[in-house]
């Protein structure tokens, strides 16, 4: 009878390796149950792992947009909001003006009520959201509108310079009490009128584009997202105010007051339906993109679902490899740590 010699060495190295075997089988197991995903999907999947990557690959694409949406979605809020106040304001600034056709207001309380709604409407239009400007146009980083009551304010420079050209003395010279209402009229057409309905708007007031943020909303739909300060309905609004707040003096006749307050009244008027409009074609693309999102959040769910069809695991079963392979790992380092101990000096007498 032959008797076969048995390593302590040998038996320890074969259960080093298979330590490393299970240890890499744990890791494996663990990513499996924290993720719910299989730890390598090439391995796991084969031909279908290209089929896995398409899926993930839009699910991304689709997720970036829906978050770029929460953003649009937030600064078309801001902007609508915006509008309302500015609307509100032009109402009040209407309802003065009414007041003062119907010679139930003075001449100062008009004065103020343009300088009012001019500071509300320039500080609205100033607005700015995440550090972009709302009705910048694409400049959203510059401050749209400039401030006309402001020192050195080059707006409020033109406008006195050109009632200066226009009459030859200023607002305040008591000459201007000679103005008639047709003069002022006609001075409003020609001198006025291009500085905020033509191209002394963006020379002297405004820094924002024509151009609107065109946003894409979905993966083939792309929509306006912004407002422009160079829209017609807040030019003549401007207008308006900056006519009666820098016309309405004391000096000026009473005759070319009136002129003032009509053609005010009727910019007012013209701007408030301008506004309206804005803020209709502003809620439309709200609902756009609202719907948009809806649409793209069910598309997310159904790509979710494949890709768990192709990569999931069972999180019961991984958790359950998990818990049997460290045991497993246990018991083979205790019976490591016993065999190290072994040693021939023990035996020997």
């Excluded at 993966?219 to 017609?232: I, K, P």
């Excluded at 756009?288 to 990569?311: C, G, N, P, Y």
């Excluded at 991984?318 to 205790?334: K, M, W």
Aim: hydrophobic letters at 40%; a negative charge.
């Amino acid at each position: 009878m032959k008797a076969t010699g048995v390593s302590s060495a040998a038996i320890s190295n074969a259960l080093r390796y298979q330590q490393a075997k299970m240890q890499a089988e744990l890791i494996k197991a663990t990513k499996e149950s924290q993720t719910g995903t299989v730890a390598d999907i090439g391995l796991a999947l084969g031909s279908r792992t290209t089929q896995a990557v398409t899926f993930q690959r839009d699910l991304d694409r689709l997720n970036g947009i829906v978050d770029s949406n929460a953003l649009v979605t937030a600064r078309l809020k801001s902007t609508q909001d915006s509008l309302g106040q500015i609307a509100n304001s032009a109402q009040s600034f209407l309802s003065a003006l009414t007041s003062g056709v119907s010679g139930d207001s003075s001449t100062s309380i008009l004065r103020t009520a343009g300088a009012s709604a001019l500071q509300q409407m320039t500080g609205i239009l100033n607005t700015s959201v995440n550090g972009e400007y709302l009705f910048a146009g694409t400049n959203t980083d510059v401050k749209p509108i400039d401030d006309f009551n402001a020192a050195g304010s080059p707006a409020k420079a033109a406008f006195d310079a050109a009632f200066t050209s226009y009459f030859g003395f200023a607002q305040t010279d008591p000459a201007a009490a000679n103005i008639t209402a047709a003069q002022m009229d006609n001075f409003i057409t020609t001198q006025v009128e291009p500085q905020f309905l033509g191209s002394g708007w963006q020379a002297n007031w405004s820094s924002a584009t024509d151009e609107q943020i065109t946003s894409r909303i979905s993966l083939n739909e792309t929509t306006q997202t912004s407002v422009s300060a160079n829209d017609q309905g807040i030019r003549k609004l401007a207008m308006a105010a900056a006519m009666v707040s820098g016309l309405m003096t004391g000096s000026i006749s009473e005759a070319a007051q009136n002129a003032v307050v009509s053609r005010a009244q009727a910019l007012v008027g013209e701007a408030i339906g301008g506004i309206t409009q804005i803020r209709a074609e502003t809620g439309i693309a709200q609902q756009r993109v609202s719907d948009a999102s809806d649409r793209m959040k069910t598309q997310v769910d159904l790509f979710e679902k494949h890709i768990v069809d192709l990569e999931g695991v069972d999180p019961a079963e991984a958790a359950t490899r998990v818990a049997d392979l460290t045991q497993h790992i246990e018991t083979s380092f205790a019976l490591t740590a016993r065999l190290q101990q072994l040693s021939l000096l023990n035996y020997l007498t």
